[in-house]
C-alpha cells in the first residue's frame, strides 16, 4: 500500500501557545532583542545594496516594485497576513530607494483619499508623495518635471472609465509606467451613533458605488456629494449628524468611529490607477501596453484595425471609445493589450495600425500588477 501523502501545516500563534504549554520556555525581552537587531541589520544591509544598485538612476526601479512585492507575498506561509508583509516590505523598499533620492510623485488629494492610499502602496511613505487639485494637475506635475510620476485613476470596476484621466492620456506627452489595481473598501465614518445619521456625504463615485446599502440601512438620510472621501471625513468630525463615506485610514486620520464597514455593493469594487513618468516601464514578461488611435470614420474601419491584434495573437484587456475634444463626429479608441511593445508580436501588430490610424500614440507599457487590498 502506498505511504498516504503529508502536506506541510502553516506554523500559526496556536501552535506556538501549544509548543510553550507542552514545556518551551517563553521568549525573553532579551530574545526579542536580538532578533530586532538582526532584522535591523539585514534591513541595513539591504538598503545599501540597494543604494549601490541605484546609483546615478534617479529612482527608475520604484517602479518594478510591485514585482518584488507580490512575489514576497506569495512566498508568505504566516503567521502574518499577507498585507501585512506587503506593507513591512513596501517601506523597506520605499526607505531604501530614499538614500540615494527621494522620489516626488503627485496625485489627486487630498490626503487619504483613495488616490493618496494608492500612492502609499507603490511608492511608500518614504517618498514625497504631493497632493494636487485635479487630475490634469498630476499631469501637469509631470511633463513640467515637478514630479517624477503622477498617479491617476483610469478605471472602477462599478463606475467604468476615468474621462479626464483619458483625456488628459491622449493629449499628454507622459508615459504609463505602472498599475495599481486597489480593492475599494468602503466605510460609513462619524462621530456620532448611525440612527443619529441625517446626512451623508461623499465624492458621487463613492456614494453611487454605496447606493443599494445606503437604500437599505439608511432609507432616511440624504445623501450629498462633495470634493473627496477626505473632504466628507473632514466634514462628518464636526457634526454628528453627518456621516461619510471614505476608507477606514481617512476616518483615522479625522478621529471617526467605523458605523459600518465595507458598504460596497460589489464586493470585488476595485480601482485601477495608473503611475504615469516621462518613460514607459521596462520588460517583465508579464506586461501590458496601452495606446490611443484615430481611424476613418467609415465602415469597417474599425473592424480592420482590431484584426490586426487577432493576428498577431494579441489579448485585448480593454478597449474605450471617447470623442475627438472639439471635433463633433469624430472619436478615439482607447486600447489595453497584453505584451510589450518592445516585444516582436505587439512591434508588428503597432505597425500595421499605424498603417491604418490617423493617429496612434503608444501610451506606454507596464508590468501587470496583482490587486491590493
Known sequence: MAKKKTTKKKSTSKDVTSAQGAGERKPSRRQLDKLDREILALVSQRAELTSLREEDQ???????????LDGLVKKNTGPLADDSVRAIFREVLSGSHGINHRPRVAYLGPEYTYSHLAAIERFGQSAALVPVGSIASVFEEVERGHAEFGLVPLENSTDGRVVDALECLSKSSVRICGEVPLRIRHCLLGVGARSDVVRVLSKPQAISQCRTWLGKHLPNARLVSVASTADAARQAAKDAKIAAIASQQAGVNHSLSVLARNIEDN??????????????????????????????????????????????????????????SGQSGRYQFFIEFEGHADE????????????KALRLTVLGSYARAEPIG
Open 58 to 68: 534617479h529612482g527608475g526601479p520604484l517602479v518594478d516594485d510591485a514585482k518584488t
Open 267 to 324: 464586493p470585488d469594487n476595485m480601482t485601477r490607477f495608473a503611475v504615469i513618468g516621462t518613460e514607459t516601464g521596462v520588460r517583465t514578461g508579464n506586461d501590458k501596453t496601452a495606446l490611443v488611435f484615430e481611424v476613418d470614420h467609415q465602415p469597417g474601419a474599425l473592424a480592420d484595425s482590431m484584426g490586426i491584434f487577432k493576428r498577431q495573437r494579441l489579448n485585448m484587456t480593454w478597449i474605450e471609445s471617447f470623442p475627438v
Open 344 to 355: 516582436l508580436r505587439p512591434r508588428r501588430a503597432l505597425s500595421s495600425l499605424e498603417k
